[in-house]
């Protein structure tokens, strides 16, 4: 257990509306990440952070802000939800320095926020 | 052109099969290279490295093929308890956002 808690772990909600998934961890690493999962669609990175109000765009940032203002939570926010955001989002983090991967540091993945947006 | 292609399957065996899945990947300066398992509805969870020299842990062997791009991932003696999605995942290890996942392969291990 790389101790990852997302919330809420379900969301419904209309569009139009804002909605911010958290991620909280308890191992104090730099690196945290989150991506969408589609069917038809490998994970793709929304945004990842690099350390406290350090972060970056990933493949699909397009609606999407992040905010990390403490080292354990990294909070994902859709500042006006559509249909096309209707996805399964994952946080994950790794315990690399470069924030890429090796045989030694996977990424450790939560256990997923379903949202729904109608 | 996907950095990461997997056959999605499925794949329908009966128990104690051997099943094979490939993976190939587009960048040949990709450094890092997993598998991992997900469970319907789950997170995806690391199942194991591939290592250059190719590696076994109990039932599952991984390979790597450098010169025509692809990772396997060989299952034996499969169990009703491998049914799940496999995904290959690619990393050339300069930065976070150079993590590439395949869309995964579904077994499903019949009794």
């Known amino acids: 257990d790389a101790g990852i808690t997302q919330s809420p772990r379900h969301k419904v909600t209309e569009t139009g509306t804002p909605v911010t998934l958290r991620c909280h961890q308890t191992e104090n690493h730099r690196y945290m990440y989150w991506y969408r999962q589609d069917p038809g669609h490998g994970l793709r990175l929304i945004h990842y952070?690099?350390?406290?109000?350090?972060?970056d765009k990933g493949e699909v940032s397009d609606g999407y802000s992040v905010s990390r203002s403490k080292t354990e939570d990294f909070l994902l926010t859709l500042e006006s939800a559509t249909s096309s955001q209707t996805s399964v989002y994952f946080c994950?983090?790794?315990?690399?320095?470069?924030?890429?991967?090796?045989?030694?540091?996977?990424?450790?993945f939560g256990n997923g926020t379903r949202l729904t947006v109608t | 052109r996907k950095e990461v292609e997997q056959d999605p399957g499925p794949f329908n065996v009966p128990e104690g099969a051997t099943v094979a899945f490939n993976c190939t990947y587009s960048?040949?300066?990709?450094?890092?290279f997993f598998w991992y398992r997900q469970d319907c509805r789950k997170e995806p969870k690391l199942l194991m490295s591939v290592y250059s020299s190719g590696n076994e842990d109990g039932r599952f062997t991984a390979q790597l093929n450098r010169a025509s791009q692809y990772i396997s991932l060989l299952i034996r003696d499969s169990k009703l308890s491998d049914s799940a999605t496999y995904l290959c995942v690619v990393s050339d290890q300069t930065g976070a956002n150079n993590l590439f996942f395949g869309t995964g392969t579904r077994l499903t291990v019949i009794p």
């Open positions: 952070s690099y350390g406290v109000k350090d972060t």
């Open positions: 960048n040949s300066a990709s450094q890092s």
């Open positions: 994950a983090i790794s315990v690399s320095g470069t924030g890429g991967l090796w045989e030694n540091s996977p990424l450790h």
